[in-house]
């Protein structure tokens, strides 16, 4: 994979996943490939890897938000820390008790208590969750050491002390931040002072007066006084190059850096690791989509698929194939025979579908279903909400979605079943001839080429346009349809809160995944669109 650099600024239009673009943003936080804000409302947003499902975050009003590795910790309006992601060293397990703030490392986290000492938990192999006694006014955790700013204003660090990382410099110091293996802090005099690994320079700190700082893996940005950002150390992705204009705050990851604006919108530079809307390319024949990945089945009958995989979820097997279908973290197919096969994530047993002979197969997020030839649905892997338990009936289509599923019946009524916590499964009268599950809302085309959408409508995802369309497809906080004409239209948010548009052009048949959509050409190619991730995807 080759990484992309650039700056890529988001002006966005108010919107429930706006968390990348939000004009209502108040708190963010970068991991190592993932990002989380907390917008004005207390919920918490995220985008980018998900890999162990940092990036799914919990329901709930948040005060602050804080990205490790691959975990994520936020801290809830009733001052208790909740945590999610993986789970390999306790990391997402919180103390109980009542904290005022909450940090998060490679492996670790801290969090200031109330009374101003510090608890941590999680990954210790260096002592990094071993805090000294005291009270503090802050405290940032890295890659495998913590530092913290005491009540009277010195820095004390903790943990591995390669590269000198927990000798502090003396003084008095408002805030500290550490990276992965450095550490910076602002002064009382406004400067800052870095200390730890040097090779890219992340420890040598330009001139001038700063209000915050905030330290990545090898690179450093800080807020100055006037609202200015600088950055400093590597700039290997476009890391170092910070755009223009006045920031409140910012989150430093890996290889990338994202900031609130003063006007509360997000902008975001550096490196990005994902390919979910740049297909290979060819002729298909069938595409599909998922949160973070895209798999279609060739003309020849091959599957290809492209974007996140760390899972395994893009890595298809050879054969032929009749259609593919793409969930969160893993791909279901039917071969040609009529036999199904998964691959991908397999924890709640999604990719193993069981023996038999299939007419069409459908991947949600941690289940499947699929048609046997006599019509009736038969599902497997994780069933939470009772998913993946059909009800009896015989149904002509089948489609499964965020914790859900629905099909529709020979008689063309939609039946759905699963997650309803939005009355997205309880679908108007028919008959229908197309349905589509988004996260929030489900969205069908009636036998008289109109569209129905019932459900969450959060940010305009169930607001189908009038005219006559052919198929529909429903993303996490949008639609989009074929018209008859061939056109494609969507409507919602899409691509991290901006209106959902499309291209131009003919197509037969369109799918849309988390935050991004895929449509087929009539000449048979690929496009997608949307898809933001960090910034825009990389080409493989």
Known sequence: MTLTSGTVVCDCPAGTWGALCEKTTLHIAAGDQHTCAVKTDGTVACWGGSDFGQSRSPPGTFSAVAAGQTHTCGLKADGTVACWGSNGFGETRPPPGQFAGVAAGGNHNCGLRTDGTVACWG?????????????????????????????????????????????????????????????????????????????????????????????????????????????????????????????????????????????????????????????????????????????????????????DNRAGQASSPAGRFASVSAGDEHSCGLRVDGRAICWGDNRAGQVSPPLGIFTSVSAGSVHGCGLRTDGTALCWGGSGYGEAIPPAATFKSLVAGAARTCGITVDGAVVCWGYNGFGQNRAPAGPFTNVAVGLEHTCGVKADGTVSCWGGDSSGQGRAPPGTFTSVAAGYYHSCGVKADGTVVCWGEIDGGRDASSPSGKFTSIIAGGFHTCGLRQDARVECWGGTELLRPAQD
Request: aromatic share 10%; with cysteine.
């Open 123 to 307: 990954y210790n192999a260096f002592g990094q969750a071993s805090p000294p006694s005291g009270t503090f006014a802050s405290v940032s955790a890295g890659g495998n050491h913590t530092c913290a700013v005491r009540t009277e204003g010195t820095v004390a660090c903790w943990g591995n002390d390669e590269f000198g990382l927990t000798s502090a410099p003396p003084g008095k110091f408002t805030g500290v931040t550490s990276g992965a293996v450095h550490s910076c802090g602002v002064k009382d005099d406004g400067t800052v002072a870095c200390w730890g690994f040097n090779t890219f320079g992340q420890t040598v700190a330009p001139p001038g007066r700063f209000a915050r700082v905030y330290a990545g893996s090898v690179h450093t940005c800080g807020v100055k006084a006037d609202g200015t950002v600088a950055c400093w150390g590597s700039d290997v992705y476009g890391e170092g190059v910070a755009p223009s204009g006045t920031f409140t705050s910012l989150a430093a990851g890996n290889s990338f850096t994202c900031g609130v604006r003063t006007d509360g919108t997000i902008a975001c530079w550096g490196g990005d690791t994902k390919g979910q809307a740049t297909p290979p390319s060819g002729t298909f024949t069938n595409v599909t989509i998922g949160v973070n990945h895209t798999c279609g089945v060739k003309t020849d009958g091959t599957a290809s698929c492209w974007g």
